[in-house]
C-alpha cells in the first residue's frame, strides 16, 4: 500500500510544486506592482506580453504532462519516454527572457521614437511601460518553465528512495539522475 501511494500519488504531488512556485512568486509580488502589471498587460492588452505568456502557458502545461508521465512507475523503473521532449522544452524555457528582452528593447524604441522636444513624464512613463512588462512576462515565463525538469529529477530520486524502487546486482537503488542520464543518452545515441 505504501508503495503505490509513493509511486502513484507522489507524482501528482510533484506536478503541483511547480504550480505553487508559480502562485508564490505572484504572492510574493508587492500588490501595487502585481495590479499594474495585470493591468497593463491584461485589460490593456499588450502584445508582447500577450505573446510571451501565451507561449510560456502553453510549453508550461506540455512540460507538467510530461513530468506526471516522467513520474509513473513503469515495471522496474520510470516511464522514460518523454524524457527526451522534456529536455528539449526546456531548453526552450531560455527563450523567455530574449522574449522579454526584445519586448523591452520595442518598448525603449516605441517611448523615444514618440519624443521630441518637451515632454511630460506621464507620457515617458505611458509610453515606457510595455518595456517593463515585457521583462516581467519574460522572466515569470523562464522560471516556470525551468522548474519541471527539475521536479523530475528531484521527484525521481526520492520516489526511488521512499518507494524501494528498482535495485541492482549489488541492491542499490540507481539514482533518478542515472536513469534520466541514460534515457537521454539513449534517445540521442
Same mark, same amino acid.
Given at each position: $500500500?505504501?508503495? +503505490?501511494?509513493?509511486?502513484?500519488?507522489?507524482?501528482? *504531488?510533484?506536478?503541483? *510544486?511547480? @504550480?505553487?512556485?508559480?502562485?508564490?512568486?505572484?504572492? #510574493?509580488?508587492?500588490?501595487?506592482?502585481? &495590479?499594474?502589471?495585470?493591468?497593463? @498587460?491584461?485589460?490593456?492588452? /499588450?502584445? $508582447? &506580453?500577450?505573446?510571451?505568456?501565451?507561449?510560456?502557458?502553453?510549453?508550461?502545461?506540455?512540460?507538467?504532462?510530461?513530468?506526471?508521465?516522467?513520474?509513473?512507475?513503469?515495471?522496474?523503473?520510470? &516511464?522514460?519516454? !518523454? &524524457?527526451?521532449?522534456?529536455?528539449?522544452? +526546456?531548453?526552450?524555457?531560455?527563450?523567455?527572457?530574449?522574449?522579454?528582452?526584445?519586448?523591452? @528593447? #520595442?518598448?525603449?524604441?516605441?517611448?523615444?521614437?514618440? $519624443?521630441?522636444?518637451?515632454? +511630460?513624464?506621464?507620457? *515617458?512613463?505611458?509610453?515606457?511601460?510595455?518595456?517593463?512588462? +515585457?521583462?516581467?512576462? !519574460?522572466?515569470? $515565463?523562464?522560471?516556470?518553465?525551468? =522548474?519541471?525538469?527539475?521536479? *523530475? @529529477?528531484?521527484?525521481?530520486? =526520492?520516489?526511488?528512495?521512499?518507494?524501494?524502487?528498482?535495485?541492482?546486482?549489488?541492491?542499490?537503488?540507481? /539514482?533518478?539522475?542515472?536513469?534520466? /542520464?541514460?534515457?537521454? /543518452?539513449?534517445?540521442? !545515441?
Amino acid at each position: $500500500m505504501r508503495r +503505490a501511494l509513493i509511486q502513484n500519488v507522489l507524482p501528482l *504531488v510533484f506536478c503541483i *510544486v511547480p @504550480v505553487l512556485a508559480g502562485a508564490l512568486v505572484a504572492v #510574493a509580488t508587492p500588490p501595487v506592482a502585481r &495590479d499594474f502589471y495585470v493591468q497593463k @498587460v491584461f485589460l490593456e492588452k /499588450s502584445p $508582447m &506580453d500577450l505573446l510571451i505568456l501565451s507561449l510560456g502557458l502553453v510549453l508550461f502545461l506540455a512540460q507538467l504532462l510530461l513530468t506526471w508521465k516522467a513520474l509513473q512507475w513503469r515495471g522496474t523503473g520510470f &516511464d522514460e519516454r !518523454g &524524457d527526451k521532449w522534456l529536455s528539449n522544452l +526546456a531548453q526552450a524555457a531560455e527563450w523567455f527572457p530574449l522574449l522579454g528582452l526584445l519586448g523591452t @528593447v #520595442a518598448g525603449i524604441l516605441q517611448t523615444f521614437s514618440q $519624443m521630441s522636444g518637451q515632454v +511630460a513624464p506621464e507620457l *515617458v512613463i505611458r509610453l515606457y511601460t510595455p518595456a517593463i512588462t +515585457a521583462t516581467g512576462s !519574460g522572466l515569470l $515565463m523562464a522560471l516556470l518553465n525551468i =522548474l519541471p525538469t527539475w521536479i *523530475v @529529477v528531484v521527484g525521481r530520486e =526520492l520516489i526511488l528512495t521512499l518507494g524501494g524502487g528498482a535495485r541492482d546486482e549489488a541492491g542499490e537503488a540507481p /539514482s533518478a539522475t542515472a536513469l534520466y /542520464s541514460r534515457s537521454s /543518452s539513449a534517445d540521442r !545515441g
